[in-house]
């Protein structure tokens, strides 16, 4: 089968261990099964594996890739979820499994005709969304949702923060946000990514580090020490700091985060991993399909697909 793989790493030239070319497909075994992959979405973390970084280099060479969009082999439409892990060594999480691991690490990804994946990390996919849609949700789609709706406890004109206008996880807080009924207000540190960052539904733009005009009752970081200070200089007392990674300081070096949290008052910070168990994709893919808002189409309202009280 045709596939992208990570043969090699390299912190200075991480495209030159990149290799697109016929690859054997990977051996099915228990409760798994193999998806004919229609579109696979690109995240930052196969980047990071191409440059030596992370849980993606424990195995390579690997197929790269962790998040896509298939027909399973019944010939049902789906979307794979990204964690492969135990729920019962996470505590009823799997995304807290000490042993869990995503597409692209210990197992091949989805950049590739076909991939493996275990029965349960199927989920039905949306019959309004395309497959190259479907594809985007379950990494950084799934990780913002988790960040708003479960961790921020925001309400609706509630004004939240997302720092960084156009990274992956940004770009899916800033719409579903704005869908949400929350004011969105967003960092950038370029004109044009903040313009972006207008069109899919910030209610107000600033450059990195600009002081704001009021404080605010959460904040998105996805960014790390670059925005840090800046994240909790803006949030009101009882607010929130929602963090779901943080790597911006390493970049150089060719290393991400983690970088240690400085000390704080009575804000709140809620660390913690934001992808989600399987069971939460079938929360999200109502979002897109009753507000209109599709990932990478322009915001709208649609307060509809909000979680229920039983869902948070
Ligand atoms: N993508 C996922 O599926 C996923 C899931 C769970 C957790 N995470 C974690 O979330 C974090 C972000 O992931 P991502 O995929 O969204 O990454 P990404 O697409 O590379 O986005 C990085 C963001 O950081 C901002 N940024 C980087 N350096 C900066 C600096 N020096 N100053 C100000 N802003 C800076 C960028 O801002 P500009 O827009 O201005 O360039 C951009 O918004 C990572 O730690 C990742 O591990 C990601």
């Not at 960084?164 to 004011?183: D, E, K, N, P």
């Not at 963090?243 to 660390?271: E, F, K, Q, T």
């Amino acid at each position: 089968m045709l596939a992208v793989v990570a043969k090699g790493t390299d912190p200075a030239e991480p495209l030159g261990g990149l290799y697109v070319g016929e690859w054997p497909e990977a051996a099915v075994r228990g409760e798994w099964t193999t998806v004919t992959v229609h579109a696979a979405s690109l995240n930052h973390h196969d980047l990071w594996t191409l440059r030596g970084v992370g849980p993606g280099t424990r195995r390579v060479p690997v197929v790269l890739g962790s998040d896509a969009a298939g027909v399973d082999e019944d010939g049902n439409e789906v979307i794979i979820h990204p964690v492969v892990g135990d729920p019962a060594a996470g505590g009823g999480d799997e995304t807290l499994d000490p042993g869990r691991t995503l597409f692209g690490e210990e197992h091949d990804g989805t950049c590739a005709q076909r991939v493996a994946v275990p029965v349960r990390n199927l989920v039905p996919k949306p019959p309004g969304l395309s497959f190259e849609e479907a594809a985007c949700l379950p990494g950084a789609w799934l990780t913002a949702y988790r960040m708003l709706f479960r961790k921020a406890a925001l309400r609706p004109g509630d004004t939240v923060l997302v720092q960084g206008a156009g990274g992956g996880v940004s770009t899916a807080l800033i719409t579903l946000g704005a869908a949400a009924g929350f004011r969105v207000w967003v960092t950038g540190r370029s004109e044009e990514r903040r313009e972006s960052a207008l069109r899919i539904g910030a209610h107000d733009v600033f450059s990195a580090g600009a002081r704001l005009p009021a404080r605010v009752d959460a904040v998105m970081e996805t960014v790390g020490e670059a925005t840090w200070a800046h994240s909790l200089r803006s949030l009101r007392p009882g607010g929130r700091v929602v963090v779901s990674g943080g790597d911006n300081r390493n970049h150089a070096a060719g290393r991400p985060g983690p970088y240690l949290l400085p000390a704080v008052d009575d804000r709140r910070i809620h660390p913690g991993h934001t992808r989600r168990p399987t069971g939460t994709l079938p929360v999200l893919r109502r979002a897109p399909a009753v507000s209109g808002h599709r990932p990478g189409a322009a915001a709208g309202t649609g307060p509809e697909w909000l979680p229920s009280a039983a869902e948070r």
